[in-house]
C-alpha cells in the first residue's frame, strides 16, 4: 500500500487507466460486470483499496450504497471531488486489515484488480478482515490476475514504465506473473490453486472463477 500513497495516487493513478490498451480495457470491464451482475439494489458494499473510485462509480448505480477505503488521501479527494456530492458513495481513510467497521456491516466487500496482491498485505488477514464485516448471507469477492493474461499485464505495465507513472521494469526479476519494477514496486498474483489454498487454511468455502481470459475471482459467502 505505501507504494500506491507514495508513487501511484491521485492523477497519477487516474492516468495509469487512461493509458490502458483495448484488451486491458476488456479485462476492467469483465471484473466490473462480474460484480455488477452479483449485487443487487438493497445492497450495501465495501471496496477495500478503491483508489479514486473507478470502481465504485460503476457500482454505484446498481446497489443502495457503497464505502470505499484506501490509504492515500490523495487518491480519496480524487474520488470525493470526482462523485460530485453523490451521497450513496462515501471515501474514508483506513487500512484494510484493521477496519473501523462492526461486524457484518456489508452485504458485499470487494477487492479487485489484484488488489490481494498489489497491496503488499497478508492476504490471509486481508480475506479475514473482509469476512469479518460481511453480513451473514453476504459475499466477499477477492480477485487477480489470470495467467493467460500476462503479455497484456505486461505490456500495460511497460507503458506505465515509459510515462514515468512506475519505474523501469527491472527484467531479470520479473516474469512467471511476477513484476518488479526498480523504483520498489512488485507484485504477482493469485492463481486458482492459491486461492483454494488460501481457503482450506482458513476454512473457509470458495468458489473459483475465471473471468475473461483475464481474471481469477475467489467468492466467500459468509
Given at each position: 500500500?505505501?507504494?500506491?500513497?507514495?508513487?501511484?495516487?491521485?492523477?497519477?493513478?487516474?492516468?495509469?487507466?487512461?493509458?490502458?490498451?483495448?484488451?486491458?480495457?476488456?479485462?476492467?470491464?469483465?471484473?466490473?460486470?462480474?460484480?455488477?451482475?452479483?449485487?443487487?439494489?438493497?445492497?450495501?458494499?465495501?471496496?477495500?483499496?478503491?483508489?479514486?473510485?473507478?470502481?465504485?462509480?460503476?457500482?454505484?448505480?446498481?446497489?443502495?450504497?457503497?464505502?470505499?477505503?484506501?490509504?492515500?488521501?490523495?487518491?480519496?479527494?480524487?474520488?470525493?471531488?470526482?462523485?460530485?456530492?453523490?451521497?450513496?458513495?462515501?471515501?474514508?481513510?483506513?487500512?484494510?486489515?484493521?477496519?473501523?467497521?462492526?461486524?457484518?456491516?456489508?452485504?458485499?466487500?470487494?477487492?479487485?484488480?489484484?488488489?490481494?496482491?498489489?497491496?503488499?498485505?497478508?492476504?490471509?488477514?486481508?480475506?479475514?478482515?473482509?469476512?469479518?464485516?460481511?453480513?451473514?448471507?453476504?459475499?466477499?469477492?477477492?480477485?487477480s490476475y489470470a495467467p493467460?493474461?500476462?503479455?497484456?499485464?505486461?505490456?500495460?505495465?511497460?507503458?506505465?514504465?515509459?510515462?514515468?507513472?512506475?519505474?523501469?521494469?527491472d527484467p531479470e526479476q520479473?516474469?512467471?506473473?511476477?513484476?518488479?519494477?526498480?523504483?520498489?514496486?512488485?507484485?504477482?498474483?493469485?492463481?486458482?490453486?492459491?486461492?483454494?489454498?488460501?481457503?482450506?487454511?482458513?476454512?473457509?468455502?470458495?468458489?473459483?472463477?475465471?473471468?475473461?481470459?483475464?481474471?481469477?475471482?475467489?467468492?466467500?459467502?459468509?
Open positions: 500500500m505505501s507504494y500506491y500513497r507514495r508513487r501511484l495516487s491521485g492523477e497519477r493513478l487516474r492516468r495509469v487507466y487512461e493509458i490502458a490498451t483495448p484488451r486491458v480495457r476488456r479485462y476492467l470491464q469483465a471484473e466490473v460486470d462480474y460484480l455488477l451482475e452479483r449485487l443487487g439494489p438493497a445492497d450495501e458494499v465495501l471496496e477495500l483499496g478503491c483508489g479514486y473510485g473507478r470502481v465504485m462509480t460503476a457500482l454505484v448505480p446498481r446497489v443502495r450504497r457503497i464505502i470505499g477505503v484506501d490509504v492515500s488521501s490523495e487518491s480519496l479527494d480524487l474520488g470525493r471531488k470526482m462523485a460530485g456530492g453523490d451521497r450513496r458513495m462515501e471515501f474514508m481513510k483506513m487500512d484494510a486489515l484493521d477496519l473501523a467497521f462492526p461486524d457484518g456491516s456489508f452485504d458485499a466487500v470487494a477487492c479487485v484488480q489484484n488488489g490481494i496482491c498489489a497491496s503488499r498485505v497478508n492476504p490471509e488477514k486481508l480475506i479475514l478482515e473482509g469476512m469479518r464485516v460481511t453480513r451473514p448471507g453476504g459475499r466477499a469477492f477477492f480477485s493467460g493474461f500476462w503479455p497484456h499485464r505486461l505490456e500495460w505495465f511497460e507503458l506505465q514504465a515509459r510515462e514515468g507513472l512506475v519505474g523501469e521494469i520479473t516474469g512467471d506473473g511476477v513484476i518488479v519494477c526498480r523504483d520498489g514496486f512488485r507484485a504477482g498474483i493469485m492463481e486458482a490453486e492459491d486461492f483454494r489454498s488460501l481457503c482450506t487454511r482458513l476454512r473457509l468455502q470458495a468458489e473459483i472463477v475465471e473471468v475473461d481470459g483475464s481474471s481469477v475471482f475467489c467468492v466467500l459467502r459468509k
